[in-house]
């Protein structure tokens, strides 16, 4: 996808200004709910008017409020899957899957035919949404955008009304059909694991700003920004001081840190990831003692809130660690310290 976004609009009690320039396959907007994710995506489509900026789409400009550019959803041939799919309630499959055709009429019934086959919905033609499961009105959903042979299709929340068994297969075979798919994709969602599963590169958006944009697996293993870190479901961070180059005093948890990256004047905070922070018998660079002042359970994990001597009041780690049965007794077997790894430490501003 070569796709430029800088656009503004603004609402009462809301500012979005969103900017990002992408030149990959599957890009993602990641953010909490009111955040702005799907009124951006309704911009690009052109199903809102941004007050100001620009959009362009593989070359081509939508949308540009200087020179008075603002095409018709329908002349930017992009593909929507709305977020709550938006079939129409009275209408059939057959009908439903009709209504996204761009072709000559002659070729209609042939295409919808087609299609129903593509994805897989023969015998199910005349059937209501109403009288569909979840998956089935998921793909007349799909098969309604793609028979109108988009160029790049968005994704709003495919998945955030779904359950979580539900919620993997479907996962599992938009997976299979974006392999398919020779076009772009742009999707928002507010999962993290969606965000990582689905897209190469990502824009963290918050209370309609861009934070930050780039190589989502990039962002996720040095955000750069406080604010991206936390975004992108990082637990632990602590205020800094700078004793050289590759070494901080971590204020909040009261520890000297070796760090591998080099640490900028500029730089305010580090973090870790729970799940990076590794058990120690040992005590030692970048290691602090363990005490456990509260403990989570989760379906597969345990997570510790990790309480040590030298933290400040309100500061804790979260330690994570994989179950190996259910049977197991999360407080036998605990280590003396946790080290956090130089290489897992992030900088942040």
């Known amino acids: 996808m070569a796709i430029t976004v800088d656009i503004e609009k603004n609402f009462k009690d809301f500012h979005l200004k969103a900017s990002f320039d ?9 953010g909490a709910s009111g955040s702005g994710k799907s009124m ?25 409020s200087e020179i008075k550019i603002n095409l018709k959803p329908q002349e930017r041939r992009i593909g929507y899957l709305f977020q709550n799919y938006a079939l129409f309630p009275t209408m059939s499959v057959k009908d439903n899957i009709g209504c996204g055709f761009r072709g000559a009429k002659a070729d209609r019934e042939s295409a919808i035919s087609d299609y129903i086959e593509r994805y897989h919905l023969e015998g199910l033609e005349n ?11 998921q793909r007349v959903a799909l098969a309604r955008m793609m028979i109108g042979e988009p160029e790049a299709i968005l994704l709003d929340e495919p998945f955030s009304a779904l359950d979580g068994y539900l919620k993997d297969i479907l996962q599992k075979d938009m997976q299979e059909f974006l392999s398919q798919y020779k076009g772009d994709m742009l999707m928002v ?33 040095q955000p750069g920004l406080l604010e991206a870190a936390r975004l992108t479901g990082c637990k632990n961070n602590s205020r800094i001081e700078r004793m050289g ?28 990831r729970g799940h990076w922070i590794q058990p120690s018998e040992q005590n030692g660079e970048n290691c602090v003692a363990f005490e456990a002042a509260e403990y989570v ?20 780690l979260w330690w994570m660690r994989p179950k190996h049965d259910f049977r197991e007794k999360p407080m036998e077997n605990l280590p003396a310290y946790l080290y956090l790894p130089p290489e897992h430490l992030m900088l942040l501003r």
């Not at 992408?22 to 990641?30: A, E, K, R």
């Not at 507010?190 to 780039?214: P, Q, V």
């Not at 590759?246 to 204020?251: D, I, N």
Request: a neutral charge; proline letters at 2%; aromatic letters at 8%.
């Open 189 to 221: 969602t507010h999962s993290r694991d969606e965000a990582f599963r689905f897209c190469r590169e990502l824009m963290l958006l918050k209370e309609g700003k861009t934070l930050t944009f780039g190589n989502t697996r990039q962002l996720f293993e």
């Open 245 to 272: 180059d590759h070494e901080v005093f971590a204020l909040d948890w009261g520890v000297s840190l070796r760090t591998l990256q080099k640490v900028e004047k500029d730089m305010t905070h580090i973090a870790i």
């Open 297 to 316: 359970e989760t379906t597969f994990e345990h997570q510790y809130l990790v309480k040590s001597p030298g933290m400040e009041e309100n500061a804790v």
């Open 127 to 137: 059937r209501l949404p109403s009288q569909l499961s979840g998956g089935q009105q």
């Open 22 to 30: 992408s030149n990959t396959s599957s890009t993602g907007i990641l």
């Open 40 to 64: 951006t995506l309704r911009c690009i489509a052109g199903i809102e008017k941004p007050d100001r900026g620009r959009i362009i789409i593989n070359g081509r400009t939508v949308f540009d």
